[in-house]
């Protein structure tokens, strides 16, 4: 619209950036969003001074020009951490929003004061909503950005939890499968596994499938894949626990487990594990053993 | 030039791979390596790549390389210390260094080197007809 | 798919391999990919920059940082000017190869990989472009 040389915005944010902040301030803690439980006010001071300066500089350095002048940069940055700061707190969404529109009012009454001429005026306002816009607009992308980050977050530390690796003896290792396998949950859990493997040093590694109602091709591929990699890196698989309708899937599906140990059971693959790490099991005779 | 330093102790030779290698280095290696064995009559050859952080299918080639020529000189080769994220992806790449042994650390290769040698050795000693049936054993 | 960032490299040597596969490692440091997915790129750079060499008699490798659908990811582009590939079908396959490796170079490129593309014409030259999503 109007061009930012003709444009008083960038002077008036400046010039009454003190009076702005506090008009600001008074705004939102009067609003119905205000949550000091959240916040602190001296917190909610200093973002708000930040976030003003930073807006004024953007427009200062052409801002208005377009969403995407570089001027932006800082300023969306500062919205990010923000937004991520607040969502942490508890914030609403719309309370994280009403926060930057609250900013409106005061700058219009600023721009009131100091445009007499009505045209002017209408043009400046139009300059201050774009401003406005701009930021809530940022604002809200920052947030959900943030919460999808969360939730991102959530799934992979769920996707860790559900499968633990445990330690069954010096130098074995167990990660005992329940529920269904897809493709990523397999490529997580077979990560960590490799992963504890290099931790903890052990040779064996027991992946008992006792628990999982079906396998398809992909995830047998990733088992084998498993395997494979962790020979690479000098440990032994043995694969337990599968049952019979898995078993006849995986020759029906043509994968080829033959390079592979498997065990019926999981004390079978542990009784081998203990052979090869060259432990032997057997009980004691009867008058040691009270 | 450039070149991997190969330490000798005892009968065996030690390689610890700490750099991003670039493909002559690499070759280097193999050549550096096969002459170390031929002159020195090493028996094992530990090669230590616990700080690759990437293995392509021009490294594993010479890691298998290295192996079979060792194999033909008389000596066992054994690679330690491969980090996961490096086996998942020489595995995803379709390169599973087939004949080639490994270990979880140096010390456990040394182990394994040591119990190799004794395999083979033992083998000497026994009668000439059970010398495939335990050669075949060896290489699995 | 717009473009975050862009640059152009040689691969005329290989050294320049390397210096390839560190400037991979370094954006996917840098966009946030778990260790094993930056393993899985810097190896495949390392694979086709080295296509590039031995079959391509040298090119250049482009690395662009993109952005789709909200997600960001990492373009490698390879391209030279050598006598290119007849059979692209053959090329892909497992176990193929012309250099003289393990014929693993493009097939198994494309797993490390989300996306990957070849285009070539006997004679005018070859271009390989492969991307990974974050």
């Given at each position: 619209?109007?061009?930012?040389?003709?444009?008083?915005?960038?002077?008036?944010?400046?010039?009454?950036?003190?009076?702005?902040?506090?008009?600001?301030?008074?705004?939102?803690?009067?609003?119905?969003?205000?949550?000091?439980?959240?916040?602190?006010?001296?917190?909610?001071?200093?973002?708000?001074?930040?976030?003003?300066?930073?807006?004024?500089?953007?427009?200062?350095?052409?801002?208005?020009?377009?969403?995407?002048?570089?001027?932006?940069?800082?300023?969306?940055?500062?919205?990010?951490?923000?937004?991520?700061?607040?969502?942490?707190?508890?914030?609403?969404?719309?309370?994280?929003?009403?926060?930057?529109?609250?900013?409106?009012?005061?700058?219009?009454?600023?721009?009131?004061?100091?445009?007499?001429?009505?045209?002017?005026?209408?043009?400046?306002?139009?300059?201050?909503?774009?401003?406005?816009?701009?930021?809530?607009?940022?604002?809200?992308?920052?947030?959900?950005?943030?919460?999808?980050?969360?939730?991102?977050?959530?799934?992979?530390?769920?996707?860790?939890?559900?499968?633990?690796?445990?330690?069954?003896?010096?130098?074995?290792?167990?990660?005992?499968?329940?529920?269904?396998?897809?493709?990523?949950?397999?490529?997580?859990?077979?990560?960590?596994?490799?992963?504890?493997?290099?931790?903890?040093?052990?040779?064996?590694?027991?992946?008992?499938?006792?628990?999982?109602?079906?396998?398809?091709?992909?995830?047998?591929?990733?088992?084998?894949?498993?395997?494979?990699?962790?020979?690479?890196?000098?440990?032994?698989?043995?694969?337990?626990?599968?049952?019979?309708?898995?078993?006849?899937?995986?020759?029906?599906?043509?994968?080829?487990?033959?390079?592979?140990?498997?065990?019926?059971?999981?004390?079978?693959?542990?009784?081998?594990?203990?052979?090869?790490?060259?432990?032997?099991?057997?009980?004691?005779?009867?008058?040691?053993?009270? | 030039?450039?070149?991997?330093?190969?330490?000798?102790?005892?009968?065996?030779?030690?390689?610890?791979?700490?750099v991003d290698?670039h493909?002559?280095?690499?070759?280097?290696?193999?050549?550096?390596?096969?002459?170390?064995?031929?002159?020195?009559?090493?028996?094992?050859?530990?090669?230590?790549?616990?700080?690759?952080e990437m293995?392509?299918?021009?490294?594993?080639?010479?890691?298998?390389?290295?192996?079979?020529?060792?194999?033909?000189?008389?000596?066992?080769?054994?690679?330690?210390?491969?980090?996961?994220?490096?086996?998942?992806?020489?595995?995803?790449?379709?390169?599973?260094?087939?004949?080639?042994?490994?270990?979880?650390?140096?010390?456990?290769?040394?182990?394994?080197?040591?119990?190799?040698?004794?395999?083979?050795?033992?083998?000497?000693?026994?009668?000439?007809?059970?010398?495939?049936?335990?050669?075949?054993?060896?290489?699995? | 798919?717009?473009?975050?960032?862009?640059d152009?490299m040689?691969?005329?040597?290989?050294n320049d391999i390397v210096v390839v596969r560190q400037h991979v490692r370094a954006l996917a440091i840098?966009?946030?990919?778990?260790?094993?997915?930056q393993?899985?790129?810097v190896?495949?750079a390392s694979?086709?920059a080295?296509?590039?060499?031995?079959?391509?008699?040298?090119?250049?490798a482009?690395i662009?940082?993109?952005?789709?659908?909200?997600?960001?990811?990492?373009?490698?582009?390879?391209?030279?000017?050598?006598?290119?590939?007849?059979?692209?079908?053959?090329?892909?396959?497992?176990?193929?190869?012309?250099?003289?490796?393990?014929?693993?170079?493009?097939?198994?490129?494309?797993?490390?990989?989300?996306?990957?593309?070849?285009?070539?014409?006997?004679?005018?030259?070859?271009?390989?472009?492969?991307?990974?999503?974050?």
């Amino acid at each position: 619209m109007t061009p930012r040389d003709t444009s008083v915005l960038p002077s008036v944010l400046q010039k009454r950036s003190g009076e702005l902040l506090d008009a600001w301030i008074a705004h939102q803690t009067s609003a119905d969003g205000y949550r000091p439980d959240l916040m602190a006010d001296a917190e909610l001071r200093d973002q708000s001074r930040e976030l003003l300066a930073s807006a004024s500089a953007a427009v200062s350095a052409g801002g208005l020009e377009s969403p995407t002048h570089p001027s932006w940069q800082a300023t969306r940055q500062l919205l990010g951490s923000i937004a991520e700061s607040r969502a942490t707190a508890g914030f609403a969404p719309t309370a994280t929003a009403t926060f930057v529109l609250s900013l409106k009012q005061p700058i219009f009454e600023a721009l009131r004061k100091d445009v007499q001429n009505p045209e002017r005026l209408a043009d400046e306002l139009w300059n201050a909503t774009t401003l406005i816009d701009r930021l809530a607009l940022q604002t809200m992308e920052s947030t959900l950005e943030a919460r999808e980050r969360v939730i991102a977050r959530q799934h992979e530390d769920m996707l860790e939890l559900s499968t633990p690796v445990v330690k069954l003896w010096d130098g074995i290792l167990a990660l005992p499968m329940i529920g269904t396998l897809d493709s990523a949950r397999t490529q997580v859990v077979m990560e960590s596994l490799l992963q504890r493997i290099v931790e903890t040093g052990a040779e064996v590694a027991i992946i008992d499938i006792t628990g999982v109602p079906t396998v398809d091709t992909l995830v047998a591929q990733h088992l084998i894949k498993t395997v494979t990699a962790a020979r690479l890196m000098g440990a032994d698989c043995i694969i337990s626990g599968i049952r019979p309708q898995i078993a006849a899937t995986i020759v029906h599906l043509g994968v080829d487990l033959s390079e592979v140990a498997t065990k019926s059971t999981l004390a079978d693959a542990f009784r081998l594990a203990l052979a090869r790490t060259g432990h032997s099991l057997g009980r004691a005779p009867a008058r040691e053993r009270r | 030039m450039e070149r991997i330093p190969i330490l000798k102790m005892g009968e065996f030779l030690l390689v610890t791979i700490q750099v991003d290698m670039h493909d002559r280095l690499a070759m280097q290696l193999q050549d550096d390596l096969t002459d170390r064995i031929s002159a020195t009559g090493a028996r094992g050859v530990l090669i230590d790549i616990s700080a690759l952080e990437m293995v392509d299918s021009f490294i594993g080639r010479m890691i298998a390389n290295i192996a079979a020529m060792a194999r033909i000189l008389d000596a066992q080769t054994v690679v330690t210390g491969m980090q996961p994220a490096v086996a998942i992806t020489l595995v995803e790449l379709g390169l599973t260094l087939t004949g080639v042994r490994t270990a979880l650390n140096v010390e456990r290769g040394m182990t394994l080197l040591r119990s190799l040698l004794d395999e083979a050795d033992g083998v000497a000693h026994d009668a000439i007809a059970d010398r495939e049936d335990a050669d075949v054993g060896a290489e699995e | 798919m717009s473009v975050l960032k862009n640059d152009l490299m040689p691969v005329r040597t290989a050294n320049d391999i390397v210096v390839v596969r560190q400037h991979v490692r370094a954006l996917a440091i840098e966009l946030g990919f778990s260790l094993v997915d930056q393993t899985k790129m810097v190896t495949a750079a390392s694979e086709l920059a080295r296509n590039t060499l031995a079959h391509g008699g040298g090119g250049t490798a482009r690395i662009e940082v993109v952005a789709a659908n909200a997600r960001r990811g990492l373009k490698m582009t390879f391209e030279d000017r050598g006598k290119g590939i007849a059979d692209l079908e053959l090329a892909m396959r497992d176990g193929y190869s012309t250099g003289g490796g393990l014929g693993l170079g493009l097939s198994g490129t494309r797993r490390l990989m989300n996306e990957f593309e070849l285009q070539s014409k006997p004679g005018e030259g070859t271009r390989v472009s492969a991307t990974r999503w974050k």
